[in-house]
């Protein structure tokens, strides 16, 4: 590499960390963090992570990694990760119908309130071996 190309490149590097430390930062106003909000999100109980892929396997965990069977009625906030593009991750119940595209992969970030009654979730493609049901009451 030459020295323009390394004063360059440093450069560009030295932009890259002042605009990453440019973000977040706290609401002094009202008391909360991003930190705040996020811890609170977790001790609540109402984080669920969801997974497809990269198998013929799909699941719903709750915060302690326990498959989803029933949960209480209220806000929760669904980590998806889809690791397959032949696979989709689709929930769907009173109210609620999110998917992840079939084609796509990554990490995907929902908030969904789920009121009392039955919910599905599967890989549309194949939703005859890939499913699961659970209850919130």
């Not at 977790?42 to 915060?63: C, H, R, Y």
Request: charged share 15%; hydrophobic share 30%; aromatic share 6%.
């Amino acid at each position: 590499m030459t020295r323009r190309h390394i004063v360059f490149v440093g450069g560009i590097a030295a932009v890259a960390l002042a605009l990453a430390g440019c973000g977040g930062g706290n609401d002094e106003a009202s008391g909360t963090t991003e930190a705040q909000t996020t811890t609170d999100t977790t001790a609540s109980g109402n984080t669920l992570q969801a997974s497809v892929g990269p198998g013929f396997e799909i699941s719903l965990k709750d915060s302690n990694g326990q498959d989803v069977t029933s949960l209480a009625a209220g806000t929760y906030t669904i980590t998806v990760d889809d690791q397959s593009d032949i696979h989709n991750f689709h929930l769907t119940g009173e109210g609620v119908d999110e998917s992840t595209d079939v084609g796509g992969t990554g990490m995907e970030t929902w908030t969904v309130t789920l009121k009392a009654g039955s919910y599905h979730f599967q890989c549309d493609p194949h939703s005859s071996s890939m499913n699961g049901d659970f209850d919130v009451t």
